[in-house]
């Protein structure tokens, strides 16, 4: 499985674990021994999860993530946000419960000191709705619920389906066209 990342950074849940554990660890001026202490683990599964070969559970990268003292997205996302991030339903990094029947998956981490606005849409075929920039900084989330739409930053929009994630920078122009009648989404606006 794999997640369309803008400027080519595709790869699967493993390997930006694996280079984010690296990463940080490094940051963090840890030997494999002392982490894997500090997080409870054996060396052997975090040397299996920093060379892409493990299988990690969602305690297993939280508890390396208090190990290390960063918060949980910092091990789950890629490096460099694009200006573009589109996440297809049944695609993205989903991590698994190790104890329960649960599945999460993270579409955005909010970087401290972010408000946030989140918004139910609704649109009809007609006419996109055209949008001025907003505040410098400001980036824009959509999910898809029902319908089809087309959306995103002018001459880059994405056509997006049921359960389909798209973000993209909210201070340039941008729009949102219903392609089906019935098309809803719901818009999350990060001001900065």
Do not use: C
């Not at 660890?25 to 683990?41: F, Q, V, Y």
């Not at 949980?72 to 694009?82: D, I, K, R």
């Amino acid at each position: 499985m794999t997640t369309e990342r803008a400027g080519g950074a595709a790869g699967t849940p493993r390997e930006w674990i694996a280079a984010a554990l690296r990463r940080e660890r490094t940051r963090a001026g840890l030997s494999l021994s002392e982490l894997a202490k500090r997080a409870g683990i054996a060396k052997s599964t975090l040397s299996q999860l920093e060379a892409a070969t493990g299988n990690p559970g969602i305690e297993t990268v939280w508890a390396l993530a208090v190990a290390l003292g960063v918060p949980f997205s910092a091990l789950t996302e890629t490096l460099s946000e694009p200006p573009v991030t589109v996440v297809r339903a049944g695609e993205g990094p989903v991590m698994h419960a190790e104890r329960s029947a649960y599945a999460g998956k993270l579409l955005s981490a909010g970087p401290s000191g972010v408000r946030r606005d989140i918004y139910h849409g609704a649109m009809e075929p007609g006419p996109a709705r055209e949008s001025d920039p907003h505040n410098p900084g400001t980036v824009e989330h959509l999910v898809v619920s029902t319908g089809r739409l087309l959306a995103g930053p002018r001459g880059g929009a994405v056509e997006l389906f049921p359960g389909d994630y798209m973000s993209y920078r909210g201070d340039v122009p941008h729009a949102y066209e219903a392609l089906t009648p019935g098309t809803s989404f719901v818009l999350i606006m990060q001001h900065v």
